[in-house]
């Protein structure tokens, strides 16, 4: 049984590039969850996805967005980068309305 | 409103025990705790729900007292494998299935 899984493992861009990150959820999972997880931090939330809409939002910028596929996978998407959003992307997996749920190995990227 | 984890950082060899505990300022409908090894995933450690149970399995079990918005997590004849950093997540009263991470505290089991 596959769990979590995310692609790419590490990215490096520059200040003011676009990325796209992504995530297909432990099976059986319908729901999905990113965050961010900086340096020595616990992980933060960005948002989550539910039948292909977003259902809730933590404290982040338009400049993060994603979106949820047929198939339960979802990409998250950061434009104009900074600096500061160099860190680990984690996503998480659960079914709707279970509480436990399950993450990813994450994706580090680092914005030069 | 993050929960605050104590104490940060533990250091203890093999056969030790050591407690973790996770306070918040906001009533509670439960409390996650995984564990992070260095570049891999959290895993999920378990979950306590309003109620005060504890739980446990093996030598890693937890309570939560709902009254004081706290909860620790308990490790007993700690083993090397235990090492990594210990998140809780607690999830607000009336919540959303969405837990908010701390910190974390940092475990280092020395042979």
């Known amino acids: 049984d596959a769990g979590v899984t995310q692609s790419p493992t590490h990215l490096i861009k520059t200040r003011g590039q676009q990325v796209t990150l992504r995530c297909s959820p432990k099976?059986?999972?319908?729901?999905v969850s990113w965050y961010q997880q900086a340096l020595g931090q616990g992980p933060q939330f960005i948002f989550q996805?539910?039948?292909?809409?977003?259902?809730q939002r933590g404290n982040f910028p338009d400049r993060f967005s994603g979106h949820q596929f047929p198939n339960y996978s979802s990409e998250l998407n950061v434009n104009a980068l900074l600096l500061g959003d160099s860190a680990l992307y984690l996503c998480?997996?659960?079914?709707?309305?279970?509480?436990?749920?399950?993450f990813g190995a994450g994706t580090r990227l680092s914005v030069l | 409103q993050q929960p605050v984890q104590s104490p940060q950082a533990v250091i203890l060899r093999e056969g030790e025990d050591a407690v973790i505990n996770c306070s918040s300022s906001?009533?509670?409908?439960?409390v996650h705790w995984y564990r992070q090894k260095h570049g891999e995933a959290p895993i999920f450690l378990m979950i306590?729900?309003?109620?005060?149970e504890q739980k446990g399995h093996d030598k890693i079990s937890a309570s939560f007292n709902e009254k004081k918005q706290q909860s620790s997590l308990y490790l007993t004849a700690s083993q090397l494998s235990y090492s990594g950093t210990y998140f809780c997540?607690?999830?607000?009263?009336?919540?959303?299935?969405?837990?908010?991470f701390g910190r974390g505290t940092s475990l280092i089991v020395h042979p």
């Open positions: 998480a997996s659960r079914m709707w309305g279970g509480n436990i749920q399950y």
């Open positions: 099976s059986g999972h319908d729901t």
């Open positions: 996805y539910y039948e292909e809409e977003e259902r």
């Open positions: 906001k009533a509670l409908y439960s």
């Open positions: 306590l729900l309003k109620g005060g």
């Open positions: 997540g607690t999830e607000a009263s009336g919540g959303s299935y969405i837990p908010t």
